[in-house]
């Protein structure tokens, strides 16, 4: 299989969204909790594709201790 998913495959990894670029895909989204990550590691195992990198992205946090009340 091709390491470069094509759009038919954006409803299989929902809420995910896909991106490609340089023979590669990116999917990117929210991961709740270890049982939702577990569970895109088996797609991507199930479709045999190699994966290169899990990278966490952290959502700046709100500061409410300097936000007027």
Known sequence: ???VLDEKWTAYF???TLGSG???TILRGP???QAELFGILL???DLG???AAVNPIRQPESNTK???E
């Open 22 to 24: 340089n023979d590669e």
């Open 49 to 51: 594709l190699k994966l």
């Open 43 to 45: 797609k991507i195992r």
């Open 1 to 3: 299989m091709q390491e």
């Open 31 to 33: 991961v709740h909790d």
């Open 66 to 68: 300097n936000k007027p």
């Open 14 to 16: 929902a809420p995910f």
